[in-house]
């Protein structure tokens, strides 16, 4: 069965970096676009990007690019969501959300929970 | 930048029909996708392509989109239906994804 396990919940200070990572199994990782979601705590959904599994391209939401980064391991199965210069307002649990060619989001991970506090 | 509108809260009694629309400029031509998110938990896709129900989804969850309103309707809500939900959809360039600002539907 299609399972996306994601890494615990991180605690940092603000300007430092974090990253979360999400591991695929019962699939063929690389048949299949990974997306990155987040919700901040009490607040809904906002889509960060995705990134080709297959090329290794990402595509970020604006406002997104340059502190986001999203990387892969593809012999491992594993997605990562990289945030630098980490500030109190990205505190959210952090989604990865897998993408088929005519379903977005049809699994999703657990959620990491990263909390940026001083 | 696009955005979906949603009603911030939706109220109905155990075994009422609940509605929850979400508009959108771009939904004429574009597809919208529910998500339902239990309290504490990710969310779950029950319903894409404007009315299609993925397996193993009650039938009770529909959809339809008419212009520029996409409903998701739950006829005879139970109370584990109780969550918020999210719609979810493209801008016309298919570049920009965004989700509604989610319902939270009580069913008490």
């Known amino acids: 069965q299609v399972q996306l396990v994601q890494s615990g919940s991180e605690l940092k200070k603000p300007g430092a970096s974090v990253k979360v990572s999400c591991k695929a199994s019962g699939y063929t990782f690389t048949n299949y676009a990974m997306n990155w979601v987040r919700q901040a705590p009490g607040q809904g959904l906002e889509w960060l990007g995705w990134i080709n599994t297959d090329t290794g391209n990402p595509t970020y939401a604006q406002g997104f690019a340059g502190r986001f980064v999203f990387s892969l391991a593809t012999s491992v199965s594993t997605a990562y969501l990289q945030i630098s210069s980490l500030k109190a307002e990205d505190t959210a649990v952090y989604y990865c959300?897998?993408?088929?060619?005519?379903?977005?989001?049809?699994?999703w991970g657990q959620g990491t929970l990263v909390t940026v506090s001083s | 930048s696009y955005e979906l509108t949603q009603p911030p809260s939706v109220s109905v009694s155990p075994g009422q029909t609940a509605r929850i629309t979400c508009s959108g400029d771009a939904l004429p031509k574009k597809y919208a996708y529910w998500y339902q998110q239990r309290s504490g938990q990710a969310p779950v896709l029950v319903i894409y392509d404007d009315s299609k129900r993925p397996s193993g989804i009650p039938e009770r969850f529909s959809g339809s989109s008419s212009g520029t309103m996409a409903t998701l309707t739950i006829s005879g809500a139970q109370v584990e239906d109780e969550a918020d939900y999210y719609c979810y959809s493209t801008d016309s360039s298919g570049n920009h994804r965004v989700f509604g600002g989610g319902t939270k539907l009580t069913v008490l």
């Open positions: 959300a897998r993408e088929t060619n005519t379903l977005p989001f049809d699994y």
